[in-house]
């Protein structure tokens, strides 16, 4: 609790006159450095957990959250059938047999190099049916191609052209091997709004990836499935490894975590380098009250020294000083907290106002993956970023509130 002459005393102490104003400037400057350095660490955290949590659900929406392989390169329909009359009691969205390999495409004198993908039809339930951007979805066509909308401005086709695909199983001739060609039609474009993709993923029919590749009827290299929960995945792997195991299929099992485990762990380590650094601005900052309080208790050794003659106590010395560095801590990271959440909410704003004013593009797709700057805040990060800022500045006013307290009264009013 504080007494009246306690409370009147921060205030004219805080909100100095402009006769002596040294408070009130250095007051304003540390309530400004804690309010950046707060609202940096805010945004970083935010566009990082907004950069992990879109770019997981692109990846997972274009590849599954499990995949199975044959040890022998192919997988049997017989196989198939016996997977899938153990999974009753699994917790999944969907099945998919598909036949992956990589290709190049050439258009012209253009050529880029391709993963293909090859399905037995896309219904509803395809994670491609509703990315389609121009065109329609193949019907067990052996002359027609999907491709992403990246792929065809850079080899520069639309839907209704022909496209040579080219893929690494050649056929002997007189005049050796020659790479196997075929002629496609682009019946549609997709939009995954994922740069990698968008740019080397198409989709052809199964049965035209088997003669490409000389593969035989009913047969697949590999299988995907979508699970309802992503984050149970390696439950669900010990499970179908368990299945396979008993079983004696020539199977594995790889997850998305294991296909992506260096992009996952490094968006984690950088998110939590990116807090420490970002944290040294709040200490920067709090030095700020450090040494602007120890120079405001130095200039204010006599009204110490007055105060103290009229029988005021050290506590209470000790309390206006510390309140008034907590005030300035409070202040600055209520702050902070308001500007950071306010500018992550606006954030794909706040980046086309600086991309118009700098002229240039300052999140490119092709380095980023993604086609604009996410965000994601979490309240409970604000609430850690709030606290750890308070704290820092909690101690770093301990010193300078103590040190008022040793003022000497007789000594302060006879140097004045």
Known sequence: MYS????????????????????????????????????????????????????????????????????????SLKSINTLKKNLENFDYKTIIESIETQGLIINNNISR???????????????????LVDGNIFNNASNQII?????????KVTTGDKIKIAIPKTDKTILGNIPRFK????????????????????????????????????????????????????????????????NNLNLYVHSWKDKNSALINALNVEKNVMFLILSLIIFVASMNIISGLIIF??????????????????ASIVKIFFSIGILIGLIGASLGVLIGVLITINLKYV?????????????????????????????????????????????????????SAKIDPIKSIRNE
Not at 6 to 32: C, P, V
Not at 209 to 216: C, N, P
């Open 4 to 75: 009246k002459s306690e409370t009147l005393l921060i205030k004219r102490f805080l909100f100095s006159k402009k006769t002596d104003g040294y408070i009130s400037i250095f007051a304003w400057f540390s309530i400004l450095g804690i309010s950046l350095g707060v609202a940096a660490i805010i945004i970083v955290m935010s566009v990082m957990n907004g950069f992990r949590t879109n770019l997981t659900e692109r990846l997972l929406g274009i590849n599954s959250h499990l995949n199975i392989y044959s040890a022998k390169t192919l997988i």
């Open 113 to 131: 190099g391709v993963l293909i993908r090859g399905y037995d039809k896309i219904n509803q339930n395809h994670y491609l049916f509703n990315k």
């Open 147 to 155: 491709i992403g909308d990246s792929l065809a401005n850079l080899i």
């Open 183 to 246: 002629t496609l039609e682009v019946i549609g474009i997709f939009d995954f709004g994922l740069y990698e993709y968008d740019s080397n993923l198409v989709f052809i029919s199964s049965e035209l990836a088997r003669k490409l590749l000389l593969i035989e009827e009913n047969s697949y290299n590999q299988i995907e499935i979508f699970i309802n929960d992503y984050n149970d995945v390696d439950n669900i792997k010990y499970k179908f490894t368990e299945i396979i195991k008993d």
């Open 297 to 314: 208790v130095k200039e204010k050794n006599k009204d110490i020294g007055i105060l103290k003659t009229l029988g005021m106590e050290d």
């Open 351 to 403: 980046q086309s106002i600086l991309e118009n004013l700098l002229n240039t593009e300052l999140f490119a797709e092709e380095i980023y993956y993604l086609s604009s700057l996410p965000s994601e805040i979490k309240y409970e990060e604000i609430i850690l970023v709030f606290i750890t800022s308070l704290l820092i500045t909690i101690f770093s006013t301990i010193f300078p509130a103590l040190r």
